[in-house]
Nanobody
Framework: VQLQAFGGGSVQAGDSLRLSCAAS????????VGWFRQVLGKAREFVGA????????NLADSVKGRFTISRDNAKNTVYLRMDTLKAEDTAVYYC???????????????????WGQGTQVTVSS
């Protein structure tokens, strides 16, 4: 499956953005999807993940209460809604996918087999 992440940009602290991860696979509902972020020179960090049908989600503690992950399988797209953005949210955001059983919500890089190209999010304080 090919993934394309988009929706990043430059915003002020406190603003919102919605990232999208569009998949080429028509059976996208067979895939769990995760979002990760990476700052230059640092390890990639888990942000959130969602299971195949959207009933199960997992978010990193650093973004709980501010970020929301959802999906629309009819559009082969997963979304990451980011509210109350902080300067420390600045990073390149990647989406990733893997075929999974229904309830599986993978949270580590090694769990994922397919990766998008990344989209830059810059938050100015």
């Amino acid at each position: 499956v090919q993934l394309q992440a988009f929706g990043g940009g430059s915003v002020q602290a406190g603003d919102s953005l919605r990232l999208s991860c569009a998949a080429s696979e028509r059976t996208f509902s067979n895939y769990a999807v995760g979002w990760f972020r990476q700052v230059l020179g640092k390890a990639r960090e888990f942000v959130g993940a969602i299971n195949r049908n959207g009933n199960f989600r997992n978010l990193a503690d650093s973004v709980k209460g501010r970020f929301t992950i959802s999906r629309d399988n009819a559009k082969n797209t997963v979304y990451l809604r980011m509210d109350t953005l902080k300067a420390e949210d600045t990073a390149v955001y990647y989406c990733a996918a893997r075929r999974a059983i229904l309830s599986h919500v993978p949270t580590t890089e090694d769990d994922y087999h397919y990766w998008g190209q990344g989209t830059q999010v810059t938050v100015s304080s």
